[in-house]
């Protein structure tokens, strides 16, 4: 006797069968249909099938030809007419789509964000009750279709940053101003113009805490002939973080840093005596930085009322802009050059380590420049930060 050919099944569509066959409200027509593919599926005869499902074998042959044919949906389902496929209303559609814009948490499960094969065993047990009988046998691949048709994606968050600050636009603009006073003081070719008042330092600020002190656990074995790669232990061990309190020159382009093992209001009102050491007496020191505790708070206001009034002056960022403090832009070139991978012994070679990076930018300085329009309202603003020597 010749052997039964089988049907190969892709796992999407087995996936599919066995929960019709698990569901207690579907159509026992359809669970009969889904029952015979997944058997020949197995390597049964057609007369065995028709044997195990109590068909005749012409069901068993007509469902098995639509399948091959027509796919999943029609091998299971009667056409409304000749010709016509089995088609989902829009009134079905429109509660697919519903369901998917709900958090999963409110429907009973504990995931916060829907999965496909989730979100269509959902649709198949509770469409009958919701009167969309047609969906208890709706596939994972139809309920995509009908989403991506649509331009849902369940799966999937999409971040963005509410404006809580009422005077952003303001904050944002009076540090733009800052920075096209800083540009004004060179000429075209980058040279700083000689001074006719009083000069005023200018200083992009901020702190990057939680800098991670981390020691391997074995040697790294260095690049060989034989083996291009630096290879290092997966295991390593933690030994503390350490703060950077940094500001970068605008004029210069020094980059002034501070270790810190905490960035409270001690260090910062340290990091003000470091540059009011560092800058005549005469002159002004102008901060442009984010709105943390720490500058603004009783601490640092008592030191502020022990130098001359004017000698410091702070310019806030708005919250959530960040991305206006040019600085931010440093600490990510010092991540990807310097931080990332870094091992060391201790806490102290960290800081050591970065107080050598810092003389080693300090070594040829780059001035940083922002450009923008100032005809450009505050939600369509054009800046980039270029760099010039």
Request: one cysteine or more; aromatic letters at 8%; hydrophobic letters at 35%.
């Amino acid at each position: 006797m010749a052997k039964a050919v089988r049907i190969e099944l892709p796992d999407s569509d087995r996936q599919y069968f066995e929960s019709v066959l698990r569901s207690r409200t579907t159509q026992a027509q359809v669970v009969q249909r889904a029952r015979i593919i997944l058997l020949k599926a197995d390597g049964l005869t057609v007369d065995e099938i028709a044997e195990k499902v109590g068909a005749n074998r012409n069901s068993v042959m007509l469902c098995l030809r639509k399948y091959r044919e027509d796919g999943a949906e029609n091998a299971l389902h009667d056409t409304p007419g000749r010709g016509r496929n089995p088609d989902i209303t829009d009134e079905e559609k429109a509660w697919v789509i519903n369901i998917a814009c709900k958090r999963p948490y409110e429907l009973g499960y504990a995931s916060e964000t829907w999965t496909y094969t989730q979100l269509t065993a959902y649709i198949n047990h509770h469409s009958e009750n919701a009167g969309h009988i047609r969906l208890s046998t709706i596939s994972r691949s139809s309920i995509k279709n009908i989403l991506d048709n649509a331009e849902i994606k369940p799966h999937k968050i999409q971040y963005y940053c509410e404006k809580r600050d009422s005077e952003f636009d303001e904050k944002m603009h009076e540090v733009l101003v800052v920075y096209k006073q800083v540009e004004m003081q060179f000429d075209e070719q980058g040279n700083l113009l000689p001074f006719t008042d009083v000069r005023v330092n200018t200083l992009s600020y901020d702190e990057k805490p939680g800098i991670q002190a981390l020691a391997t656990t074995s040697p790294d074995r260095m690049p060989t002939a034989t083996n291009g790669y630096r290879q290092r232990d997966y295991e390593y061990k933690r030994l503390g973080t350490l703060s950077l309190l940094a500001g970068i020159d605008l004029l210069t382009g020094e980059a002034i840093p501070l270790v810190s093992e905490t960035h409270k209001s001690a260090d910062f009102v340290e990091f003000l005596k470091i540059l009011d050491s560092r800058y005549p007496k005469e002159e002004s020191i102008r901060l442009i930085l984010d709105n943390h505790s720490a500058h603004t708070s009783k601490e640092t206001r008592g030191f502020l009322a022990t130098i001359r009034s004017g000698r410091f002056e702070f310019v806030f960022t708005p919250k959530h802009g960040s991305w206006l403090n040019m600085i931010e832009g440093f600490f990510s070139k010092m991540t990807r050059q310097m931080l990332r991978g870094i091992r060391v012994s201790s806490k102290e070679e960290l800081a050591v380590r970065i107080y050598q990076y810092f003389d080693e930018i300090n070594a040829e300085p780059v001035v940083f420049r922002w450009t923008y329009k100032m005809k450009d309202t505050p939600t369509k603003i054009s800046a980039d930060m270029n760099q010039s020597s």
